[in-house]
């Protein structure tokens, strides 16, 4: 590409390698960004051709990209995100990881879309950039650092408190498989363990102070559209739950409409009814300071919150959103003042909320069941509601002591290791915990089991009926009982959401989450208004398709099959409130079925076949799998 014809994109890629010290710039190749826009689509591309199945997600040689999307930066609304992708720590397969707040756009105002690592340092390192200065400095006397501590020491150094950092903590150094890389203190890209492979790689952390902005083909269209997009959002039947109480008003909808919250271990269905007014939306609201949103958002679905009562009283923090009040409930602690300190201390630790509270509701359950002890666990107690524990645990995860160490290493891995007959309460999909019981309905089950990054509602989850508007279809997506138009609707809700992963903006005010809000027509708009390129909403939905294609294809040549689109038997065997119960393994097989048949893939091995993948203009990826023997010729 070249620089001074293009608009949208900032036109250039840095290649770091951390083994040899050099960094490399280079253009953003044309083709690529047509085909893949940008964010998690170039990201997901680059992973394929680079790494390879034999490459560990800690081997110095896998990748850890970050990337943008060409309306990253710009006057959209929600253009605040960017992915980072790798060989993930938890799956061994594809993983990739979005974040919002304010570091996405400043590197595009420095003129990169992306940043590629490979490599390991000798020393701890982190890259300053600074416009057009991109060098590796010594990062010696932050690594042992926390995230907030690191924050504050690298403004002084530079002596800007406005750049922007992407870092990892305690946790990422000590290659706990949940790491999640921070920026603005409390915004996460925590799925996948991308805080540990760059913890692997000796990169404490990414800063950066932009100044050049983004350029745009058509500014007096973009203000048209900025006001036109407000009045939209501000419009959509979800924006006063969303703009007031964040994602916690989503306890509500889970545990009283849909019957489900996971709770203990999933040993629960939903919170008692007992206990959750102390723990639903309205009691969240009680701890509300003020609202805060990520870089040109008006949705403001952030807080600064602050303790209310008992030992965490005066506790104030921010980044606490639906994960860590279920955080909660899966260690069986109904108070909000501990999630509120369980959020704090994961963003200063640098770990994924989620993933040390799984991790310890499947030890509770072990010890409840008598199958672990105080000889087990350092003396400590995990008892259900145990908040002492749970905090000391959490500790001893972060710095891999003890007990702890076998927990860092999330719970597939450590009840492997464990043993004892503890595998069966180890409840994951492709080494990836499950964060929303498939047992609520069809839909949910499909989409978390065919995710590409391990069970996950941000992939293809429907949670609006944008499938049954597009295609003119009756579809209501509250009613998850019936099978009908459930694989179509995943299918749609994938490819339209990596769209969305790869221009990038927030999923929250688009079609993922409401169908008056933001879909394919907008992003065609907005494509041509920010690139000049005439998109219409069918192409992108195609490169959507192309996208999700690539992520499988990855899975595919690291060794997974339709065998890894599944659950544990708990959730076959073991029925709920919900309407379904529970899966019925025949119905669900069949519904697999019939998706992979729509998708073009392989109905026996769940691979993408060498036709879809030439349809889609990926023959490079169809010969090299037909090379591995993993598809037909």
């Known amino acids: 590409m070249e620089k001074e014809k293009i608009f949208g994109w900032a036109g250039t890629i840095i290649r770091v390698d951390l083994t040899r010290e050099k960094i490399v710039k280079q253009p953003l190749p044309k083709e690529l960004a047509m085909n893949f826009l940008g964010g998690a689509g170039i990201n997901a591309k680059i992973l394929y051709d680079e790494v390879g199945p034999e490459i560990d997600p800690f081997d110095p040689e896998n990748r850890l990209i970050f990337g943008t999307g060409p309306l990253t930066g710009t006057m959209i609304p929600t253009s605040a995100r960017y992915t980072v992708t790798a060989k993930g720590a938890f799956t061994f397969a594809f993983a990739d990881s979005n974040s919002g707040g304010h570091f996405g756009p400043e590197l595009k105002f420095a003129g990169y879309d992306h940043i590629i690592f490979q490599g390991r340092a000798t020393n701890p390192v982190y890259l300053w950039i600074d416009d057009d200065k991109v060098e590796l400095r010594d990062a010696s006397k932050i690594w042992g ?132 007014p102390k723990v639903d939306h309205e009691a969240f609201a009680k701890h509300i300071v003020r609202w805060k949103g990520c870089f040109n958002c008006q949705m403001h679905c952030g807080h600064v919150l602050r303790g209310l009562a008992g030992p965490f009283k005066d506790v104030v923090g921010e980044g606490y959103e639906y994960n860590q009040m279920i955080d909660g409930y899966m260690m069986g602690i109904f108070d909000l003042n501990f999630v509120l300190k369980w959020a704090v201390e994961t963003n200063r630790l640098g770990i994924d909320c989620d993933g040390p509270a799984y991790a310890i509701a499947w030890a509770m359950e072990l010890w409840e069941r008598g199958l672990i002890s105080e000889k087990d666990t350092d003396g400590i107690k995990l008892e259900w509601g145990n908040q002492e524990a749970a905090l000391a645990m959490l500790n001893k995860i972060v710095y891999r002591e003890g007990f702890g160490d076998l927990l860092a290493e999330g719970t597939r891995l450590a009840a492997r290791k464990f043993g004892k007959g503890t595998e069966k309460f180890a409840h994951q999909v492709k080494g990836g915990r499950i964060e929303i019981d498939p047992r609520t309905g069809w839909a949910t089950a499909l989409s978390h089991a065919t995710s590409t990054r391990g069970s996950d509602h941000l992939k293809g989850m429907p949670l609006s009926n944008a499938y049954g508007k597009w295609y003119g279809v009756e579809y209501n997506y509250a009613d998850d009982s019936s099978t009908e138009h459930k694989p179509e609707a995943v299918i749609f809700f994938e490819n339209m959401n990596a769209v969305i992963d790869s221009l990038t903006v927030c999923k929250n005010v688009t079609w993922t989450q409401s169908e008056d809000s933001f879909g394919l027509p907008e992003f065609a708009e907005w494509m041509y208004a920010v690139t000049g390129y005439e998109y219409t909403p ?96």
């Open 538 to 633: 069918e192409q992108l939905l195609r490169i959507g398709e192309r996208i999700y294609n690539v992520e499988r294809a990855f899975n595919s040549k690291c060794g997974l099959t339709r065998d890894d689109d599944t659950f544990p038997e708990k959730f076959f065997t073991e029925p709920i409130e919900s309407k379904i119960k529970c899966l019925d393994r025949e119905t669900f097989e069949k519904l697999k079925d019939r998706y992979y048949m729509l998708r073009g893939w392989d109905v026996k091995t769940g691979h993408p076949t060498k036709a879809k993948l030439e349809e889609l203009g990926l023959s490079d990826i169809a010969s090299d799998l037909v090379k591995r023997g993993i598809i037909q010729g």
């Open 145 to 276: 650092k926390d995230v907030f501590q690191s924050d504050d020491i690298l403004k002084e150094e530079i002596g800007d408190p406005d750049i922007k950092i992407a870092l990892i903590g305690p946790a990422g150094e000590n290659l706990v498989r949940d790491a999640a890389i921070m920026n603005d203190r409390a915004r996460a890209a925590g799925w996948g363990g991308v805080g540990a492979v760059m913890g692997s790689k000796k990169l404490k952390a990414i800063a950066v102070r932009g100044t050049k902005g983004v350029q745009v083909a058509h500014p007096d269209k973009i203000e048209d559209l900025f006001q036109k997009c407000v009045e939209m959002m501000k419009g959509s039947a979800k924006y006063k739950w969303y703009s007031y109480y964040g994602k916690p008003w989503l306890t509500w909808l889970r545990n009283e409409k849909q019957k489900s919250n996971p709770t203990k271990n999933f040993n629960l269905p939903r919170v008692p009814a007992s206990e959750f």
